[in-house]
């Protein structure tokens, strides 16, 4: 059993679909009994945390905090993943420039977020195309399109 929270600060109302999103990735990753944390936020919050954590002086539209970067972390048999901050005004604002739903930004913005908890990154240009080829496939299993 999987435990998401979702964290709502930004009040943001059309994102009842995000944990089936994530529950679909667990599956697909094998992922069982973890526990992690969505959270909404704003503008200036996310641009605080890129600041304070990355050190990049600007808003993004999703920074996770994997908790098991050094080994995982397991407490009574449930692994803790960590946590994922979305910038809701970034999400809107790219959903309508790339031209697709906020439903599919907010999704692949989610499940971008929690590869990232199960060790994925995009640093390499291999590395990037196995990451954004699983959110594809996740997505579209999901019938979450472009």
């Given amino acids: 059993m999987n435990k998401i929270t979702i964290d709502n600060e930004y009040g943001y109302k059309n994102y009842s679909y995000v944990k089936k999103v994530l529950n679909a990735t667990l599956k697909h990753e094998k992922v069982n009994n973890a526990i992690f944390s969505v959270?909404?936020?704003d503008r200036d919050t996310i641009h605080e945390i890129n600041k304070e954590y990355r050190g990049?002086?600007?808003?993004?539209?999703v920074i996770s905090?994997?908790?098991e970067d050094s080994g995982k972390l397991v407490y009574n048999n449930?692994?803790?993943l960590g946590?994922?901050?979305?910038?809701?005004?970034k999400m809107i604002d790219q959903a309508k420039e790339y031209g697709h739903s906020e439903k599919r930004e907010l999704s692949f913005l989610c499940v971008h977020?929690?590869?990232?908890?199960?060790g994925y990154d995009h640093m390499k240009k291999e590395d990037e195309e196995i990451m954004?080829?699983?959110q594809e496939l996740i997505l579209n299993e999901q019938n979450i399109k472009r």
């Fill in 132 to 134: 954004f080829g699983l």
């Fill in 65 to 67: 905090f994997a908790f």
């Fill in 56 to 61: 990049i002086d600007r808003e993004t539209d």
């Fill in 78 to 80: 449930v692994r803790l």
């Fill in 39 to 41: 959270i909404f936020v």
């Fill in 83 to 89: 946590e994922i901050y979305i910038c809701i005004p």
């Fill in 113 to 118: 977020g929690l590869l990232h908890l199960l």
